[in-house]
T-cell receptor, first 113, second 114 residues
Framework: SQTIHQWPATLVQPVGSPLSLECTVE??????LYWYRQAAGRGLQLLFY??????ISSEVPQNLSASRPQDRQFILSSKKLLLSDSGFYLC????????????FGSGTQLSVL | AQTVTQSQPEMSVQEAETVTLSCTYD???????LFWYKQPPSRQMILVIR??????QNATENRFSVNFQKAAKSFSLKISDSQLGDAAMYFC???????????FGTGTRLQVFP
């Protein structure tokens, strides 16, 4: 089954600094990939999804962007972080079996100060 | 657009007792999937149980079972014989058929008391 690697596990960044969170997937090829954000006391909000290299769909307007430079690599970025970007970021990958579950990474806790 | 609502921000249960977590959703689709995910303090997302909308029979996984009411658009999770390790955030999620994009509710924090 798939394995999702996310790093770093925690990150503290000042307002206005850039951001790059990386997610890589093992055990599958051409997966659908997702970035979710979990703000404090709230559910998981879908930010971006990608069905292939260079193909990114944004679910909500925001200060963040995503890229997929390789088949199994998904990157979440920002040029200038805002306080409201703080949260727990999860990368997810669709399974190889159609209509099966999503596999999640271990997440990155981002604190913008 | 599809939405998922969990109206109980927090619930508590005594060890060995039974607890039910509520979830309602809104969709105009007839084919879809519903999920309950558990997020323990480690924050790893763990799939608890999955229900296909076309199946009338409620899904069960050991101590976990659901009450799926399609007409009412309700999907509650029942945890029997609660254990301390069941303490976690529980998220209800919806997915349209032939997509794998999940829409989550806001979660219910479950506390289990000895």
């Amino acid at each position: 089954s798939q394995t999702i690697h996310q790093w770093p596990a925690t990150l503290v960044q000042p307002v206005g600094s850039p951001l790059s969170l990386e997610c890589t997937v093992e055990g599958t090829s051409n997966p659908n990939l997702y970035w979710y954000r979990q703000a404090a006391g709230r559910g998981l909000q879908l930010l971006f999804y990608s069905v292939g290299i260079g193909q990114i769909s944004s679910e909500v307007p925001q200060n963040l962007s995503a890229s997929r430079p390789q088949d199994r690599q998904f990157i979440l970025s920002s040029k200038k972080l805002l306080l409201s970007d703080s949260g727990f970021y999860l990368c997810a990958c669709a399974g190889t079996v159609p209509n099966e579950k999503l596999f999640f990474g271990s997440g990155t806790q981002l604190s913008v100060l | 657009a599809q939405t998922v609502t969990q109206s109980q921000p927090e619930m508590s249960v005594q060890e060995a007792e039974t607890v039910t977590l509520s979830c309602t959703y809104d969709t105009s689709e007839s084919d879809y999937y519903l999920f309950w995910y558990k997020q323990p303090p480690s924050r790893q997302m763990i799939l608890v149980i999955r229900q296909e909308a076309y199946k009338q029979q409620n899904a069960t996984e050991n101590r976990f079972s659901v009450n799926f009411q399609k007409a009412a658009k309700s999907f509650s999770l029942k945890i029997s014989d609660s254990q301390l390790g069941d303490a976690a955030m529980y998220f209800c999620a919806y997915r349209r058929y032939n997509t794998d994009k999940l829409i989550f509710g806001t979660g219910t924090r479950l506390q289990v008391f000895p």
